[in-house]
């Protein structure tokens, strides 16, 4: 197969950056995507060209590396999966495909399709865990969690952390990724003690870091490549009322 | 110079406890003093870093990636293994340190593998307690299941998902110390080089890969966690971006690496489709469980369609040869198993190098709803990648480089040679001899990360002055900067040569080399091949490859060439040690050593240690040596799955 390729290039976080075109020939339906890439990345070494840069590493949908937008469809337009998963077969022969970086005002490009999601770890580092030290757990078996629950956290737990929620949102708000940090470790008995805390300082990081607000337009689930709900954002938006009641009678845990 | 291991002595039981006894203890107040260098934020660096900045001491930890989650750990899918004995089905300590001293067919030591086996109980409850969503049973106690080669069900997972789940619970202790502001996290810093300064490890040089600049990082330790090195055959279940630069480059600063060829071949994989192709993908060998594997009994019947098949027609050929076992034997079994049949022009698929693992008898006797609980990611997965309905028609696997046992040499404390280097997880050589059990490695990176390298580091830095206070190694000192300008030299001669071929090609070329030559069967003639060949590649590397643009921007190019160029060299040790150890055990399989049935024959007269590879200088040959190993507690005996 052939295609007509129109690749967003921008050698830093300054500079303008703007669409490239690239033919490429010689694809055929087993190529992956990021495959597709290399294959013009070969193409641009041999001619002296800078390859373009990409962020990708596990290439089967767990890593959460892969961040394009093609088409305007964010990771592609293949349901519940990343860019890495989406394969050519999907795109018909002389098809133009237009690719570019998660676009969004926290996420400032690094080269070209690559982007800085650092944001992410600081909205973790705020709260998203259970303070336990290391040797200082009881047996696994004295916590008992109902199948049910720990069903219905993993499914939140299942998120990779790409960033696909932010880049699709029209306001860039990364409600879903935090809601479903949030809600994996408040469902779980283990997450009580620290759930209020942790659901404020979250939410107060996220809004720090410039994400926009939640207006409902639920483009994040549709865009999420592990299918992480919207109904855990009202279940955060719960959380996070209880606990603000909560705080206004304690004052101590919302600094910091 | 012999090697000490330093294990303790006595019942094997008491070991470990024993051990930590005598190992020194730093004052609490003094700890913020020492710092430390963790490289790598996988299952053993995240554990590490985050233990060791709880316990107070100054920790820098880096990764490669743009966030630590994102480390390779991320992708195991199957699960950990834990001596809990939940099942009540006769697990204990020792039976899991039985199982990985045979399983690993006795190439490992037996008082590591017994401390591992011991705090394999450690993890589960401290992961259960970090919130990690591990699949439970309806009373909402953990549950089980049994993955290959084990014949009790001492699985604990996460849906498919084990690693990734296991990994977040060490990343978010990890960024709790973050903001406690006792771990630094450098994302996107890339080690080029260990610091040396009079026989100890004294920091790393790393690249940002972001903006490109070279940094220099002192500390009064350096702890390498940074992953195996599967990569070197191009074409591998791990991460595009897993290498031994770290190691690699350790190694050359005087640690020894220690049994370089035993690399593990995965049976359960997706075939290669085409030469286009970057990486394999594993489907995790829990499907082993219910799936079977089958190959048709002529060769004739090999491009029919597998439904068309007659059952009479088809051989299971791993339960036709190990009956007791089945589809369960251990994974370098499976894998030669189905390299045979594939090599007898049985095999199915594009190219004949695919064997049929068939879901239609448990589909029918469980439902299709119970395996897609069980396996419904996978089975999208493999749907996704091939385009073909595992439901419906069986899956198609082959076996694929996976994991590798071989790594820097370490004592029973984790440190290498190297004083004040110590090295973790799938970078150092510890715990799986020849072979690695499945759900095994997340095991052993968290028992070294959480528990083990918390004490034994804290007796190596009590008997130092912290760098802090005795400011004796600066960087001004002329080891720091000669080991700056080496890696700047580097770069700078890596990006001049501008010639015609790129990275992935020298990368291809190699991985195929060793594929077929120290892959999944090595024999003294090909071998003795590839070792003629690997410096011609080498050279030409270096005087061939184009790297387009700088090293002060974001340069992927250069990242690669800076590892496949490590890759070159590692290449050539794996083949010598190949060479050197004529004898089969594990996932090291020489033709010259086989039994008539064509199983692999041991020989422990002659090779029953480890071999630790000491580098000899710019094409100079390396120097063996052996640390031997001895079994009181698990009697040497050829493995029999029969
Ligand atoms: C597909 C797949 C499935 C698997 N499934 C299972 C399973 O079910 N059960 C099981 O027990 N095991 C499984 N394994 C094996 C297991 O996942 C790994 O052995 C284990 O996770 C390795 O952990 P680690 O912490 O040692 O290294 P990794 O997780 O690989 O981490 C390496 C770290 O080092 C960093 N790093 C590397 N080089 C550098 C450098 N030069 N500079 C800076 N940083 C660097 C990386 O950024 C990363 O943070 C699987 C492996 C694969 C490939
Ligand atoms: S590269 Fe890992 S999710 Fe796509």
Known sequence: MKFKLNVWRQANEKSAGGFE???????????????????????????????????????????????????????????????????????????????????????????????????????????????????????????????????????????????????????????????????????????????????????????????????????????????????????????????????????????? | MALQSHCPTGPIEQRWEKHRFNLKLVNPANKRKYEVIVVGSGLAGGAAAASLGELGYKVQCFCYQDSPRRAHSIAAQGGINSAKNYQNDGDSVYRLFYDTVKGGDYRARESNVYRLAEVSLNIIDQCAAQGVPFAREYGGLLDNRSFGGAQVSRTFYARGQTGQQLLLGAYSALERQVAAGTVSMHTRHEMLELIVVDGRARGIITRDLSTGKLETHLADAVVLASGGYGNVFFLSTNAMGCNVTA???????????????????????????????????????????????????????????????????????????????????????????AKVVCDEGRGVGPGGLGVYLDFRDSIARLGKPKIAERYGNLFDMYHHITDENPYEVPMRIYPAVHYTMGGLWVDYNLMSNVPGLFVLGEANFSDHGANRLGASALMQGLADGYFVIPYTLGDYLAQMTPTSTAKDVTKDHVEVKAAKKAVAERLKTLLEIKGKRTVDSFHRELGKLMWDNCGMARSETGLKGVLEKLPALREEFWKNVCIPGSGEAMNQELEKAGRVADFLELGELMCRDALDRNESCGGHFREESATPEGEAKRDDEQYCYVAAWEYGGEKKAPTLHKEPLEFEHVRLSQRSYK
């Open chain 1, 21 to 256: 075109k690239y033919d490429i020939d010689g694809i055929t339906n087993d190529h992956s995507f990021l495959e597709m890439l290399d294959v013009l990345n070969e193409k641009l070494i041999v001619t002296g060209k800078e390859p373009v840069v990409f962020d990708h590493d596990c290439r089967e949908g767990i890593c959460g590396s892969c961040s394009l937008v093609v088409n305007g469809h964010v990771h592609g337009p293949q349901e519940a999966a990343t860019t890495c998963q989406l394969h050519m077969r999907k795109f018909t022969d002389g098809e133009e495909i237009t690719v570019e970086p998660w676009r969004a005002g926290a996420f400032p490009v690094i080269r070209d399709l690559a982007v800085d999601r650092s944001a992410f770890d600081r909205i973790i580092q705020a709260g998203g865990y259970v303070s336990v030290r290391t040797g200082a757990a009881p047996d696994a078996n004295s916590i008992l969690v109902g199948k049910d629950v720990a069903d219905r956290a993993m499914d939140a737990a299942a998120c990779i952390g790409c960033g696909a929620c932010v880049a699709a949102c029209p306001n860039a708000s990364a409600m879903l990724f935090t809601a479903a940090k949030v809600r994996h470790l408040n469902l779980l008995p283990q997450g009580q003690p620290e759930k209020d805390k942790r659901t404020i300082r979250m939410v107060t990081q996220m809004d720090a870091e410039g994400f926009g607000a939640c207006t409902n337009h639920l483009e994040c689930e549709a865009a999420c490549p592990k299918s992480i709900s919207t109904d855990f954002i009202g279940e955060l938006n719960r959380d996070l009322a209880s606990a603000m009641l909560r705080a206004r009678a304690d004052r101590s845990f919302t600094g910091g």
């Open chain 2, 247 to 337: 190691t690699w480059r350790a190694h050359k600063k005087g640690a020894f690496f220690a049994n370089p060829c035993f690399t593990q071949i995965h049976p359960t994989c997706i075939p290669v489709k085409g030469d286009y192709q970057s990486k394999l993908t594993l489907m995790s060998e829990s499907l082993r469980n219910d799936g079977r594997v089958w190959v048709p009994m002529s060769a004739a019947d090999c491009d029919k369609k597998p439904g068309e098949i007659a059952e009479a027609d088809r051989d299971y050929f791993l339960e036709r040869r190990y009956p007791a076992f089945g589809n369960l034997v251990p994974r370098d079994v499976a894998s030669r198993a």
